[in-house]
C-alpha cells in the first residue's frame, strides 16, 4: 500500500484544462492497476492532492438536473461564467476564485475501499479545518458536503462534494468556500437543494481569510486522516 502523495497546487486554472489533466493521471493510474492484474506484477500506483481555483464556472453531475442551472447562453456570457456536464456524481454546482477546489486522485487501494468512508473522510478534514478558524460545522443527514446549522432552519453548506471512482482510483473532489463570492449560486440551484443557503468563511467570519494559510490547514488534516505522506 503506498501512501506517498504528490501534492500539486495548479493555481486558478480553467475548468476543461484541470479536467483534462485529471483525466491523464486517473487513466494511467488505471493503466497500472490493470498492468498489475494481467502481468502478475506489484508496480506501485501513485496518488495526488490537487488543490486549485476555477474562473467563474457551473459543473453538472452525470446524475444531474441541468434545469437547475438558471441561466441561458447569453445569462452566462453576462456573468463571464461557463458550463460543464462532467462525469463526477452529484448534481450542479458554481466554481469561482476565492473557492479551493480539491481533485484527490487516489488508487484508494492503497488507503480504504470503502467510497462512503472516503467521502466522510474528506468532509472531515473540512469540518476539523473550520473548527480551526472558530467554526461549527457538521453533516446533514441524506446529503453529502459540509454544513453549518445543519439541525435547524438556519442550515446552509459551506463545501459541496462530487467524485467519480472507477478501480478503486478517485478524480473530481471538492469546492470549498472560503472567499467565493455567493452571488453566482444564485443562479443555479445548488446541488438540487432549493431551500438551503450557501455560506462561505469569508460570510461566517467577516473578514477575507488568507487562501494560503487555509489551503495549508486543510492539506495538513486531509494527510492526517488519510495517514498520507505528502510530498
Known amino acids: 500500500m503506498n ?3 504528490k ?3 495548479w493555481g486558478l486554472l480553467d475548468y476543461q484544462e484541470a479536467w483534462d489533466n485529471q483525466e491523464v493521471i486517473f487513466k494511467d493510474t488505471i493503466a497500472v492497476k490493470t498492468n498489475n492484474r ?5 508496480v506501485e500506483t501513485p496518488n ?3 488543490f486549485c481555483e476555477h474562473p467563474h464556472v457551473y459543473t453538472l453531475g452525470k446524475s444531474g438536473h441541468a434545469e437547475y442551472l438558471l441561466l441561458d447562453e447569453e445569462g452566462l456570457k453576462a456573468k463571464n461564467a461557463t458550463y460543464y456536464k462532467t462525469n463526477r456524481g452529484g448534481d450542479i454546482t458554481y466554481h469561482g476564485p476565492g473557492q479551493i477546489v480539491g481533485y484527490p486522485i487516489l488508487d484508494l487501494d492503497n488507503f480504504f475501499t470503502d467510497i462512503h468512508l472516503y467521502l466522510r473522510t474528506l468532509e472531515e478534514a473540512v469540518i476539523l479545518t473550520l473548527a480551526d478558524y472558530g467554526i461549527l460545522a457538521g453533516r446533514y443527514p441524506g446529503f453529502t458536503g459540509v454544513w453549518l446549522d445543519a439541525d435547524n432552519e438556519k442550515a446552509r453548506k459551506i463545501c459541496a462534494l462530487g467524485v467519480r471512482c472507477s478501480r478503486w482510483v478517485t478524480m473530481h473532489g471538492f469546492a470549498f468556500n472560503v472567499n467565493a463570492d455567493l452571488d453566482y449560486f444564485k443562479n443555479i440551484i445548488p446541488c438540487g437543494i432549493d431551500d438551503k443557503d450557501v455560506t462561505s468563511m469569508q460570510r461566517e467570519l467577516g473578514h477575507e481569510l488568507n487562501l494560503a494559510e487555509v489551503k495549508a490547514v486543510l492539506k495538513m488534516h486531509i494527510a492526517k486522516l488519510f495517514h498520507m505522506e505528502l510530498y
Request: aromatic letters at 14%.
Open 3 to 5: 501512501k506517498k502523495v
Open 7 to 9: 501534492f500539486v497546487d
Open 38 to 42: 494481467i502481468q502478475e506484477t506489484t
Open 48 to 50: 495526488f492532492l490537487v
